[in-house]
C-alpha cells in the first residue's frame, strides 16, 4: 500500500523558513504529478504549489517568491522551501502526487496525513 508521507511542518516567527519534505512510502512505478496544497481552519484546501514529471512547475500567486517545490527524482522526494513566512500562511500542508504503482495501469491520486505549519510570533 502506497502512502505519501510528509514532515517538516512546525511552529516558525514571521519572517522565517521552513522547509517541508514528501514522498511515498512502497514500491511504485512513477510520478506524474506532485506537490503541496494546504487548508486553514475554516477554508478550502487550495492548491500552493506542484511539479509535474516534466519539469514545469506551478505556484500559487501567494507564495510566488517565498516559497520554491523542488524534487530529487532519485529519492522520489519532493520539497517545499517556504520563507519570509507570514501568519497568513499558517495552515495543514498535505502532500498530493499522482503516482502509477505499475507500468500498465493508470495513474493514481494520493494525499499525505498533512503536517501543520503555524506562523506566530
Known amino acids: 500500500q502506497v502512502q505519501l508521507v510528509e514532515s517538516g511542518g512546525g511552529l516558525v516567527q514571521p519572517g522565517g523558513s521552513l522547509r517541508l519534505s514528501c514522498a511515498p512510502s512502497?514500491?511504485?512505478?512513477?510520478?506524474?504529478?506532485m506537490g503541496w496544497y494546504r487548508q486553514a481552519p475554516g477554508k478550502q484546501r487550495e492548491l500552493v504549489a506542484t511539479?509535474?514529471?516534466?519539469?514545469?512547475?506551478n505556484y500559487a500567486d501567494s507564495v510566488k517568491g517565498r516559497f520554491t517545490i523542488s524534487r530529487d527524482n532519485a529519492k522520489n522526494t519532493v520539497y517545499l522551501q517556504m520563507g519570509s513566512l507570514k501568519p497568513e500562511d499558517t495552515a495543514v500542508y498535505y502532500c498530493?502526487?499522482?503516482?502509477?504503482?505499475?507500468?500498465?495501469?493508470?495513474?493514481?491520486?494520493?494525499w499525505g496525513q498533512g503536517t501543520q505549519v503555524t506562523v506566530s510570533s
Open positions: 498530493n502526487g499522482l503516482l502509477k504503482t505499475r507500468w500498465d495501469t493508470p495513474g493514481t491520486v494520493y
Open positions: 512502497g514500491s511504485i512505478f512513477s510520478i506524474l504529478r
Open positions: 511539479f509535474t514529471s516534466s519539469g514545469s512547475t
